[in-house]
């Protein structure tokens, strides 16, 4: 069993999966294309998926299970995960007689508890889709889930309603410590600007630090996309000022923006200027001009095609290190750091949610990091009681 890209004659790409005989999976391959085309989810969401249910098929096999009904098992399969080596968790069928998984004190892991997780919420969405479609007895629900109620959970999630309610939760999880992502200092971004030898990566360092984008975001950008003028009437916009419209498209690139609803960002003229710089820059190559996206390879890759998300966070990478950066500075960091700064300059939590394109206010609070004088100058403002008497 193994993950398989799969690009249809519209240009379309989604990932499946194939047997030992390489051929497609027909369950696996309708619940990747339901989630890819169905549910308008990225391609990068079924590559996951199809690792997920290969793993998963797999273990099945190698161990002489049903997949239909192998959830009652589904422990045995997190501890396979967990401890079993790439030679035996791999494409390649393992050795006779060595495709077993010895545990106990001093075993090392071979997977960490959030690699586990991710895996299991792709085998847990592929074996719903099964039993929705009969692919999978109903009894499988009752094995991957258990019913319970809103008893054990804190008053803020409850909300107001006062009567119980139920749902249900996982059967099989895994405790994995929640990280808090860390947000790119000022001086990080000034760092990575110094570094830049291109007009274009000065472009891509000020468009995810200065608006906030995706590098997916990024990479998708067309030129129609860049409204750069004060008054963009003349192209149907009735959005004012110099701006960017984040657009969902099935892009060649791979790109994706993750949100179903196109946005519009305000763009400074820090972003305006480096488009400008970027543009002259890019006519002075003869394979330039030709694509109608904004971000395109100028010296490696493939000249003049449209840079992908992946050339965005090496380009991160090569810029961080070129620059003297202590740390790994990523391109998501950028984004943290756009919204933190935009928090520390007095944005509130809606402003903030509509710029990065968030649904839910709940889902841009990570991404706000406040500055150490802000959370000063907050007690500072408190008054002191000794100052009344």
């Keep these: 069993m193994k993950a398989f890209p799969v690009k249809l004659p519209s240009g379309d790409r989604y990932w499946t999966v194939l047997d030992d005989q390489m051929a497609v999976v027909p369950e696996a391959d309708a619940f990747l294309r339901h989630a890819r085309f169905g549910q308008a989810q990225a391609e990068l969401t079924t590559k996951t998926y199809a690792g997920a249910v290969a793993l998963y ?5 190698r161990t002489g299970r049903a997949w239909t009904t192998a959830a009652a098992d589904l422990s045995l399969f997190m501890t396979w995960l967990r401890y079993a080596s790439a030679e035996l968790t791999g494409v390649a069928a393992p050795a006779v007689g060595s495709a077993m998984v010895m545990t106990g004190p001093g075993m090392k892991r071979q997977r960490g508890e959030a690699r586990i997780e991710n895996i299991l919420v792709g085998v847990r969405t592929f074996l719903r889709h099964a039993v929705n479609t009969g692919s999978a007895p109903s009894t499988v629900l009752a094995q991957l889930y258990e019913l319970a109620d809103d008893r054990d959970l804190p008053l803020e999630a409850k909300g107001e309603r006062e009567r119980m309610a139920y749902r249900l939760r996982a059967q099989h999880r895994v405790s994995v410590p929640r990280a ?3 947000r790119a200092a000022d001086e990080e ?11 274009r990566d000065r472009f891509i360092v000020l468009l995810l630090a200065r608006a906030g984008l995706r590098r997916g975001e990024a990479a998708g950008l067309r030129r129609e996309d860049m409204h750069f003028m004060p008054d ?27 949100s179903v609803r196109e946005r519009w960002v305000p763009a400074d003229w820090l972003v305006v200027q480096a488009y400008d710089q970027y543009v002259l820059e890019r006519l002075s190559f003869p394979h ?8 395109v390879n100028l010296l490696r890759g493939q000249l003049g095609a449209p840079m992908s998300p992946n050339a965005v966070t090496e380009l991160i990478e090569r810029l961080g290190q070129r620059g003297g950066v202590d740390r790994a500075v990523t391109a998501h960091m950028l984004r ?21 394109g968030h649904s839910q206010l709940s889902s841009s609070e990570p991404y706000l990091h406040p500055a150490q004088s802000r959370i000063c100058e ?8 000794v100052g009344d008497r």
Aim: aromatic share 4%.
């Design 336 to 356: 943290h750091g756009f919204a933190s700064n935009v928090g520390d300059s007095g944005g509130t939590v809606d402003e903030i949610a509509r710029l990065l």
């Design 232 to 258: 963009s009437s003349p192209l149907g916009c009735k959005v004012s000022g110099s701006h960017v419209h984040v657009v969902r498209r099935a892009n060649a690139n791979g790109a994706w923006a993750k």
């Design 180 to 182: 808090r992502r860390d």
């Design 288 to 295: 330039g001009e030709h694509s109608d996206f904004v971000l």
């Design 378 to 385: 907050a007690v500072e403002r408190v008054p002191s009681p």
């Design 189 to 199: 971004v000034l760092a990575l600007l110094k570094a830049c030898r291109l007009s």
């Design 57 to 61: 098929l797999r273990w099945c096999a």
